[in-house]
């Protein structure tokens, strides 16, 4: 019989059955019977709902999937990802510009715990087109995958035929979403070959597997117990021989997916960092600590056996009261009464927060608060990486520990038993804040400390500082007048800016910045805990400085008679860079003044024309923050201090219009943001690590307005100097370069800019979401990169970040290169430079750099490496230092500035919204909003954007509300709206349908498409 089934698709083959046993006319395969028979009995196709979650964790352990079934899962991110301010030049995660066609993925499909092999067929209109190796056809404009194997298909024609047979390349979601949902793509027959390839990768890597079983089942216990940041490969080196590596001494593809995929199922002990343009060159992952995951097994093997006690007789039952399972009984007793107690104060909420304080509840005192035993530490501590660090992937069987602890503590009957809740048992029983921020945990790396409560003390001792290293090099600016452009509360001043005329209609253009590698060894433990946080926190209501120790401040933040390094410009009238030099320097005259102050001060009301909407909850602060030092007001400057101001605010956009001819972005809309004041918050009760507070924050949600177009235009300049005085000399240092720097994406990019970006910004319109998507897919991301490369939406030839090293490490990394390289050529007395920067005249070209050999008495070859006076080699910044340094400032923008900012923005939304916490005098909270469709999914939920603050919001289809039938919403459909849930946990908006205000042009699948996808 198994003669009959031929094919990938085991097609019954009547040619080899007896005619006289052949009906007569029978076709030659089932697929050709069966288009007969639908032929013959038309019966319009119905889609049945998705019987799956739209998002959080599905049932995957007593329901089955298959693979040919599922839907991929095309997680989407925020807006505020693709988003920057011109010098945010941080990769946020658009993974699927640097995808290529031929390119395989890997792509999840959610809660079922089932990956996908999927090779790129090509970008069309916006939309990359997928093939799996289960012989489904996918689009999306971005996609999160756990896996890349670049240049998996290498001729162009074994796609084409793929290509060719999808039914739409339209640039409309709508119908391509459609032609998805009813299975119209390229069929099995047509793409056999690449999916007999991907088997054959499948295979292979199963075949490495099976091979080194014993050695991959030990992923947990071979890294050690610490927690730690590893790449794939670094893993791979650890479980596999090194037999298995190819050319240049690298595994495999099919070897690193083998790996890849033992890690993936392995959540107790890894999870994966996949976010990032460049995270296919490393393939970064968490490793858990030891300690986490004994304590996942422990709970998981107490709670089990609990639940087996409360199942049996009753004199099993007896054990619960005495014997093991005592101490988890009287830990539930202890959180039962606190999360009473809690609740007399704070309302519980299903939206992931506590309400606001009570004001005439009973205060809580420490005797009241309970002392947990080891065995409820452990259970809280399981929670805190359940439900606060994320700590199981959706698909996880982790989740149902959390539930069932949840359901033992009896005090959440009407709730879904999911982390969301989860977060909000620890903060009823005092372990975080009642207004914490989950991204803080989710998104926190190893080698990273988070406070759980805001009280506690700073015990940072001395720094470590060595003598000043430039001290002899130092040039005194005591003729200049350093302007330190900041707000007034601000800590760290990193930078400040001075003039200088040079005649002739030219400018001396000098950013003096501050100097803390002059004193700060690299190699010191200050540096590496510097290192390790990668930048200061600025999240609101949980700032935490990169150096904790006050005396780092004390001694570099700009002021008089402090040392500063500093980037010289000769620039004229026109926005040209004429000449450019790096000084080490004292300062001696400072002016400390607000951009505002500025602002006024130069006439510059451009930047203040920010959107006017605001929400403010809390009560406000008594009082403005006091300063941290002496602010000039605009009545205290000189008339040659307003006319320098004036001078460098006309040179700064000169220098603008200059960037913009050569292809940068114009300008950027200004950004929600949240403002956070904690001055209304007081500890109540501490015992042990719980904390009670009575008050809540003060948050304001508006329009950022402190942005100067004088500050970033100048500190932009700071940055290119410093790379074209590192590219000359051939110094290595940390560029910040986009991805796609092809010409052919160069040339797309201006014209998309100049032909839909510009217009829609000259009228006053934030350009939607699909416009932003396609100029950052051009962009293609940006990474920090040794090798020097444009950055065209900047329209810079050469760039890096210099101008925060109290601040960000790569800017201290980059002082350290230079400074290392100045003491280099004052020893040497000559000049270090080798070549030219772009588009620069006056400098012969020279060669670049290279490693010189020697040869000693024995004869024995010697490499001598003319840059080995440097404290860091480019082999060593590409291969260890550079890939963790962008996964943690990948992070930490996004706790910043993106996921951080939106949860509290979300939290002002609940308190205003459920609670009524709208401050005095402030506008109230709209009841309904605009929204706009930015996607259909069929089946299973709209997502689209609302005119408050422009955050993505969820229609989940019960919340159509009769309103429209699904089939008939398209993208840019405009309705009227209401909330119907928030989740600020989960960083989610659903909201309802009320009416229809806006219809969008229709764009339907014409029966022809549908006709030619049938056949």
Same mark, same amino acid.
């Given at each position: 019989?198994?003669?009959?089934?031929?094919?990938?698709?085991?097609?019954?083959?009547?040619?080899?059955?007896?005619?006289?046993?052949?009906?007569?006319?029978?076709?030659?395969?089932?697929?050709?019977?069966?288009?007969?028979?639908?032929?013959?009995?038309?019966?319009?196709?119905?889609?049945?709902?998705?019987?799956?979650?739209?998002?959080?964790?599905?049932?995957?352990?007593?329901?089955?999937?298959?693979?040919?079934?599922?839907?991929?899962?095309?997680?989407?991110?925020?807006?505020?990802?693709?988003?920057?301010?011109?010098?945010?030049?941080?990769?946020?995660?658009?993974?699927?510009?640097?995808?290529?066609?031929?390119?395989?993925?890997?792509?999840?499909?959610?809660?079922?715990?089932?990956?996908?092999?999927?090779?790129?067929?090509?970008?069309?209109?916006?939309?990359?087109?997928?093939?799996?190796?289960?012989?489904?056809?996918?689009?999306?404009?971005?996609?999160?995958?756990?896996?890349?194997?670049?240049?998996?298909?290498?001729?162009?024609?074994?796609?084409?035929?793929?290509?060719?047979?999808?039914?739409?390349?339209?640039?409309?979601?709508?119908?391509?979403?459609?032609?998805?949902?009813?299975?119209?793509?390229?069929?099995?027959?047509?793409?056999?070959?690449?999916?007999?390839?991907?088997?054959?990768?499948?295979?292979?890597?199963?075949?490495?597997?099976?091979?080194?079983? @014993?050695?991959?089942?030990?992923?947990?216990?071979?890294?050690?117990?610490?927690?730690?940041?590893?790449?794939?490969?670094?893993?791979? $080196?650890?479980?596999?021989?090194?037999?298995?590596?190819?050319?240049?001494?690298?595994?495999?593809?099919?070897?690193?997916?083998?790996?890849?995929?033992?890690?993936?199922?392995?959540?107790?002990?890894?999870?994966?960092?996949?976010?990032?343009?460049?995270?296919?060159?490393?393939?970064?992952?968490?490793?858990?600590?030891?300690?986490?995951?004994?304590?996942?097994?422990?709970?998981?093997?107490?709670?089990?056996?609990?639940?087996?006690?409360?199942?049996?007789?009753?004199?099993?039952?007896?054990?619960?009261?005495?014997?093991?399972?005592?101490?988890?009984?009287?830990?539930?007793?202890?959180?039962?009464?606190?999360?009473?107690?809690?609740?007399?104060?704070?309302?519980?909420?299903?939206?992931?927060?506590?309400?606001?304080?009570?004001?005439?509840?009973?205060?809580?005192?420490?005797?009241?608060?309970?002392?947990?035993?080891?065995?409820?530490?452990?259970?809280?501590?399981?929670?805190?990486?359940?439900?606060?660090?994320?700590?199981?992937?959706?698909?996880?069987?982790?989740?149902?520990?959390?539930?069932?602890?949840?359901?033992?503590?009896?005090?959440?009957?009407?709730?879904?038993?999911?982390?969301?809740?989860?977060?909000?048992?620890?903060?009823?029983?005092?372990?975080?804040?009642?207004?914490?921020?989950?991204?803080?945990?989710?998104?926190?790396?190893?080698?990273?400390?988070?406070?759980?409560?805001?009280?506690?003390? $700073?015990?940072?001792?001395?720094?470590?500082?060595?003598?000043?290293?430039?001290?002899? +090099?130092?040039?005194?600016?005591?003729?200049?007048?350093?302007?330190?452009?900041?707000?007034?509360?601000?800590?760290?001043?990193?930078?400040?800016?001075?003039?200088?005329?040079?005649?002739?209609?030219?400018?001396?253009?000098?950013?003096?910045?501050?100097?803390?590698?002059?004193?700060?060894?690299?190699?010191?433990?200050?540096?590496?805990?510097?290192?390790?946080?990668?930048?200061?926190?600025?999240?609101?209501?949980?700032?935490?400085?990169?150096?904790?120790?006050?005396?780092?401040? @004390?001694?570099?933040?700009?002021?008089?008679?402090?040392?500063?390094?500093?980037?010289?410009?000769?620039?004229?009238?026109?926005?040209? +860079?004429?000449?450019?030099?790096?000084?080490?320097?004292?300062?001696?005259?400072?002016?400390?003044?607000?951009?505002?102050?500025?602002?006024?001060?130069?006439?510059?009301?451009?930047? +203040?024309?920010?959107?006017?909407?605001?929400?403010?909850?809390?009560?406000?602060?008594?009082?403005?923050?006091?300063?941290?030092?002496?602010?000039?007001?605009?009545?205290?400057?000189?008339?040659?201090?307003?006319?320098?101001?004036?001078?460098?605010?006309?040179?700064?956009?000169?220098?603008?219009? !200059?960037?913009?001819?050569?292809?940068?972005?114009?300008?950027?809309?200004?950004?929600?943001?949240?403002?956070?004041?904690?001055?209304?918050?007081?500890?109540?009760?501490?015992?042990?690590?719980?904390?009670?507070?009575?008050?809540?924050?003060?948050?304001?949600?508006?329009?950022?307005?402190?942005?100067?177009?004088?500050?970033?235009?100048?500190?932009?300049?700071?940055?290119?100097?410093?790379?074209?005085?590192?590219?000359?000399?051939?110094?290595?240092?940390?560029?910040?370069?986009?991805?796609?720097?092809?010409?052919?994406?160069?040339? !797309?990019?201006?014209?998309?800019?100049?032909?839909?970006?510009?217009?829609?910004?000259?009228?006053?319109?934030?350009?939607?979401?699909?416009?932003?998507?396609?100029?950052?897919?051009?962009?293609?991301?940006?990474?920090?990169?040794?090798?020097?490369?444009?950055?065209?939406?900047?329209?810079?030839?050469?760039?890096?970040?210099?101008?925060?090293?109290?601040?960000?490490?790569?800017?201290? +990394?980059?002082?350290?290169?230079? @400074?290392?390289?100045?003491?280099?050529?004052?020893?040497?007395?000559?000049?270090?430079?080798?070549?030219?920067?772009?588009?620069?005249?006056?400098?012969?070209?020279?060669?670049?750099?290279?490693?010189?050999?020697?040869?000693?008495?024995?004869?024995?070859?010697?490499?001598?490496?003319?840059?080995?006076?440097?404290?860091?080699?480019?082999?060593?910044?590409?291969?260890?230092?550079?890939?963790?340094?962008?996964?943690?400032?990948?992070?930490?923008?996004?706790? $910043?500035?993106?996921?951080?900012?939106?949860?509290?923005?979300?939290?002002?939304?609940?308190?205003?919204?459920?609670?009524?916490?709208?401050?005095?005098?402030?506008?109230?909270?709209?009841?309904?909003?605009?929204?706009?469709?930015?996607?259909?999914?069929?089946?299973?939920?709209?997502?689209?954007?609302?005119?408050?603050?422009?955050?993505?919001?969820?229609?989940?289809?019960?919340?159509?509300?009769?309103?429209?039938?699904?089939?008939?919403?398209?993208?840019?459909?405009?309705?009227?709206?209401?909330?119907?849930?928030?989740?600020?946990?989960?960083?989610?908006?659903?909201?309802?349908?009320?009416?229809?205000?806006?219809?969008?042009?229709?764009?339907?699948?014409?029966?022809?498409?549908?006709?030619?996808?049938?056949?």
């Amino acid at each position: 019989m198994a003669g009959l089934l031929s094919g990938p698709d085991l097609v019954f083959d009547w040619s080899r059955i007896n005619a006289s046993l052949r009906p007569p006319g029978a076709p030659d395969s089932i697929r050709e019977r069966l288009r007969k028979w639908e032929a013959e009995n038309p019966v319009p196709a119905l889609a049945m709902p998705a019987d799956e979650p739209a998002y959080g964790v599905g049932n995957m352990l007593t329901k089955a999937q298959s693979e040919f079934a599922v839907r991929v899962d095309l997680a989407t991110e925020d807006h505020d990802t693709h988003r920057s301010d011109g010098l945010d030049m941080v990769d946020l995660g658009l993974e699927a510009a640097v995808l290529n066609p031929g390119d395989l993925v890997e792509v999840n499909t959610g809660a079922w715990k089932i990956s996908l092999l999927a090779i790129l067929l090509g970008r069309f209109n916006g939309h990359l087109h997928f093939y799996t190796h289960t012989g489904k056809w996918f689009t999306c404009r971005n996609i999160r995958s756990g896996f890349v194997v670049k240049d998996f298909i290498q001729d162009p024609a074994e796609l084409q035929a793929v290509i060719d047979a999808i039914p739409s390349l339209s640039a409309s979601e709508t119908v391509l979403n459609q032609l998805q949902d009813l299975n119209l793509g390229p069929s099995r027959d047509v793409g056999a070959s690449l999916i007999r390839r991907m088997y054959k990768f499948q295979a292979e890597a199963r075949l490495i597997h099976q091979t080194y079983v @014993e050695r991959l089942s030990r992923a947990r216990t071979q890294l050690g117990s610490n927690e730690k940041l590893l790449s794939l490969r670094e893993i791979a $080196d650890a479980l596999l021989p090194a037999s298995l590596k190819r050319g240049k001494g690298a595994f495999p593809p099919e070897a690193l997916y083998a790996v890849h995929s033992v890690i993936e199922d392995e959540d107790i002990a890894f999870r994966a960092l996949n976010r990032g343009s460049r995270h296919h060159e490393g393939y970064p992952y968490a490793l858990y600590s030891a300690a986490v995951q004994d304590n996942v097994a422990h709970v998981e093997q107490m709670v089990r056996e609990y639940y087996e006690l409360l199942a049996g007789p009753r004199a099993s039952r007896r054990k619960l009261e005495r014997g093991p399972a005592s101490g988890l009984t009287a830990f539930l007793e202890q959180v039962r009464k606190l999360i009473d107690r809690s609740r007399e104060q704070r309302e519980w909420s299903p939206y992931g927060m506590l309400g606001p304080r009570r004001k005439d509840a009973a205060a809580l005192s420490p005797s009241e608060m309970p002392t947990f035993s080891d065995t409820g530490l452990a259970v809280v501590r399981f929670i805190e990486h359940w439900a606060a660090c994320d700590g199981f992937r959706p698909g996880s069987q982790g989740h149902w520990i959390g539930a069932a602890i949840l359901r033992l503590v009896s005090r959440y009957h009407d709730a879904l038993l999911d982390g969301s809740t989860g977060w909000t048992f620890l903060q009823e029983i005092g372990w975080i804040p009642p207004w914490d921020v989950s991204a803080r945990h989710t998104l926190r790396l190893p080698d990273q400390n988070i406070s759980r409560h805001i009280a506690e003390p $700073d015990d940072a001792g001395p720094a470590e500082l060595g003598p000043d290293r430039l001290a002899h +090099l130092r040039q005194d600016f005591a003729r200049s007048t350093v302007y330190c452009i900041d707000s007034a509360d601000t800590l760290d001043v990193d930078d400040g800016i001075s003039l200088e005329a040079a005649g002739s209609g030219q400018y001396w253009i000098h950013v003096h910045v501050a100097d803390p590698a002059s004193c700060i060894a690299p190699d010191s433990e200050l540096a590496k805990l510097a290192a390790a946080k990668t930048q200061s926190s600025y999240l609101a209501g949980f700032q935490h400085p990169m150096f904790e120790h006050p005396d780092v401040r @004390e001694v570099f933040s700009l002021g008089p008679n402090r040392p500063a390094l500093t980037f010289s410009a000769l620039v004229d009238e026109n926005g040209h +860079l004429l000449d450019s030099k790096i000084t080490p320097g004292t300062l001696r005259d400072v002016v400390y003044i607000t951009p505002e102050d500025v602002a006024s001060v130069v006439e510059d009301t451009d930047h +203040l024309n920010v959107p006017p909407k605001v929400l403010e909850v809390g009560a406000r602060p008594a009082g403005d923050p006091q300063p941290t030092r002496r602010m000039a007001k605009p009545s205290d400057l000189s008339r040659a201090q307003k006319r320098d101001l004036r001078t460098l605010s006309k040179l700064a956009a000169a220098l603008q219009r !200059a960037r913009v001819e050569r292809g940068a972005f114009p300008a950027y809309p200004p950004k929600p943001k949240a403002t956070v004041s904690l001055d209304g918050v007081s500890q109540e009760a501490a015992h042990n690590g719980l904390v009670f507070y009575d008050g809540d924050p003060h948050i304001r949600v508006a329009y950022d307005s402190s942005g100067n177009p004088l500050v970033s235009s100048i500190m932009q300049l700071a940055g290119e100097v410093g790379a074209r005085w590192c590219y000359e000399r051939d110094i290595p240092i940390p560029y910040r370069v986009q991805l796609n720097t092809d010409h052919e994406s160069q040339e !797309a990019l201006r014209a998309f800019t100049r032909d839909i970006m510009v217009p829609q910004l000259a009228a006053g319109k934030n350009p939607p979401r699909e416009h932003w998507d396609a100029m950052m897919s051009l962009v293609g991301g940006f990474t920090m990169t040794t090798t020097p490369g444009p950055n065209l939406i900047m329209g810079l030839e050469l760039y890096t970040k210099v101008t925060s090293p109290l601040r960000r490490y790569p800017d201290l +990394l980059v002082h350290w290169q230079i @400074e290392a390289a100045m003491l280099e050529e004052h020893k040497r007395g000559q000049s270090l430079v080798v070549r030219p920067s772009p588009g620069r005249e006056g400098h012969a070209p020279a060669e670049a750099t290279t490693t010189t050999t020697t040869t000693n008495n024995n004869n024995n070859t010697k490499k001598e490496d003319p840059l080995s006076f440097l404290p860091f080699s480019r082999k060593n910044l590409e291969d260890t230092i550079l890939p963790p340094l962008r996964i943690r400032e990948r992070h930490s923008r996004l706790t $910043d500035n993106v996921d951080g900012n939106s949860q509290w923005m979300l939290q002002a939304l609940v308190r205003a919204w459920r609670f009524g916490d709208v401050t005095p005098g402030a506008p109230p909270l709209p009841r309904t909003f605009r929204y706009t469709v930015t996607n259909v999914t069929p089946r299973r939920t709209l997502k689209g954007e609302l005119d408050w603050f422009e955050r993505p919001a969820h229609v989940e289809l019960q919340h159509i509300n009769g309103v429209a039938r699904v089939s008939e919403i398209k993208v840019g459909d405009v309705f009227e709206v209401e909330l119907a849930d928030v989740n600020v946990h989960d960083n989610r908006i659903c909201v309802r349908l009320l009416r229809r205000l806006e219809e969008a042009k229709r764009e339907e699948i014409s029966e022809e498409a549908k006709k030619e996808s049938s056949t």
